[in-house]
């Protein structure tokens, strides 16, 4: 394995890569609370610095491009300062963004987190989780179906904010199933038969607990659970990431392989799915097995 990737590094050859989803504008705000407020009891956040980045599918985008990858970028942001924002740091980070289309009557999702002395104390979200309309549907369909063909693997950042519909779902894996590429799906969905079609899945525990009739409280359950859910989608396997436990793989009609992690003390979570995702992809895109990959 060693060898196959130094020889990944060591090429020019970078993996291309589609990733479709959810777009959002992550805000931080830094600071400290020395003192309570007056007016109401609510810390007061004496403000140090602040900085956005990308989040959502445009998180996983970010982490493609560092590592070595070709990204093409499909979802849908509003004609607002947020979306201008957005817009202006995907085309700083050298991520392709011409499928990236802007919404008429709803905002760029975004989210705010305040920060004060490296714990979270409050977050803000501004969304419209409603389905997109017909006419961004038809646009996002034609830029992949156009894409796709030429790409070495497809993502779906699934954050249910209303890109990835049925009908934008079905088209990815009918064109994706046609060109021999396989799609990978990082779910927020519990209605897993959504996802049917996909070639890997990579949900965390909760949200398996959340997208199946089994009440998880050992291995056991959770092998159960995986067995239910592979049967449910067909897909060829199962990432599940479980915190603290690391990560087991469940390839279809194989026994499960538990990855472990080296557990550390963690302020901030945001975006490990992402990792996760980009990582497995990238990995598969240059020849990996699903458990070297994992």
């Given at each position: 394995?060693k060898?196959?990737f130094?020889?990944?590094?060591?090429s020019?050859h970078r993996?291309?890569?589609i990733v479709?989803?959810?777009?959002i504008?992550?805000e931080?705000i830094?600071?400290?609370?020395?003192r309570?407020?007056?007016?109401?009891?609510v810390?007061?956040?004496d403000?140090?610095s602040?900085?956005?980045?990308?989040?959502g599918a445009?998180?996983?985008?970010?982490?493609?491009?560092a590592?070595?990858?070709?990204v093409?970028?499909?979802?849908?942001?509003?004609?607002?300062e947020k979306g201008?924002?957005?817009?202006a740091i995907?085309?700083?980070?050298?991520?392709l963004?011409?499928?990236?289309?802007?919404?008429v009557?709803?905002?760029?999702?975004?989210?705010?987190?305040?920060i004060?002395?490296?714990?979270?104390?409050?977050?803000?979200?501004?969304?419209?989780?409603?389905?997109i309309?017909?006419?961004?549907e038809?646009?996002?369909?034609?830029?992949?179906?156009?894409?796709?063909?030429d790409?070495?693997?497809?993502i779906c950042s699934?954050?249910?904010?209303g890109?990835?519909t049925?009908?934008?779902?079905?088209?990815?894996i009918?064109r994706a199933?046609?060109?021999?590429?396989?799609?990978?799906?990082?779910?927020?969905s519990?209605n897993?038969?959504?996802?049917?079609?996909a070639?890997?899945?990579?949900p965390n525990?909760?949200?398996?607990?959340?997208?199946v009739?089994?009440?998880?409280?050992?291995?056991?359950?959770?092998d159960?659970?995986?067995e239910?859910?592979?049967?449910?989608?067909h897909a060829?396997?199962?990432?599940?990431?479980?915190?603290?436990?690391?990560?087991?793989?469940y390839?279809?009609?194989?026994?499960?392989?538990d990855i472990?992690t080296q557990?550390?003390?963690?302020f901030?979570v945001?975006?490990?799915g992402?990792?996760?995702?980009?990582?497995l992809a990238?990995a598969?895109?240059?020849g990996?097995?699903?458990?070297d990959?994992?």
């Amino acid at each position: 394995m060693k060898i196959k990737f130094k020889n990944f590094l060591e090429s020019n050859h970078r993996p291309r890569i589609i990733v479709i989803g959810d777009l959002i504008l992550d805000e931080y705000i830094w600071g400290s609370v020395n003192r309570i407020s007056p007016e109401a009891p609510v810390p007061i956040l004496d403000t140090k610095s602040e900085n956005l980045t990308l989040g959502g599918a445009a998180n996983v985008a970010h982490n493609l491009i560092a590592l070595g990858c070709e990204v093409n970028l499909v979802g849908a942001i509003g004609r607002d300062e947020k979306g201008d924002k957005l817009l202006a740091i995907v085309e700083e980070k050298s991520i392709l963004s011409n499928g990236v289309f802007r919404f008429v009557h709803r905002p760029t999702t975004s989210k705010i987190r305040v920060i004060a002395h490296n714990q979270q104390i409050l977050r803000i979200d501004k969304e419209d989780k409603r389905p997109i309309t017909e006419e961004t549907e038809n646009k996002i369909i034609k830029f992949i179906n156009k894409m796709i063909p030429d790409m070495d693997i497809v993502i779906c950042s699934d954050y249910s904010k209303g890109i990835l519909t049925e009908k934008v779902f079905n088209a990815i894996i009918h064109r994706a199933k046609n060109s021999k590429k396989r799609v990978i799906v990082d779910p927020k969905s519990h209605n897993f038969e959504f996802y049917k079609g996909a070639t890997i899945i990579t949900p965390n525990q909760f949200e398996v607990e959340k997208a199946v009739p089994i009440k998880i409280q050992d291995k056991v359950d959770l092998d159960r659970s995986a067995e239910y859910l592979l049967n449910l989608t067909h897909a060829e396997a199962l990432l599940i990431t479980r915190g603290k436990d690391g990560m087991t793989l469940y390839p279809t009609k194989e026994k499960p392989i538990d990855i472990p992690t080296q557990a550390k003390e963690v302020f901030d979570v945001t975006g490990a799915g992402d990792t996760v995702v980009s990582v497995l992809a990238m990995a598969l895109a240059v020849g990996f097995n699903y458990q070297d990959s994992a």
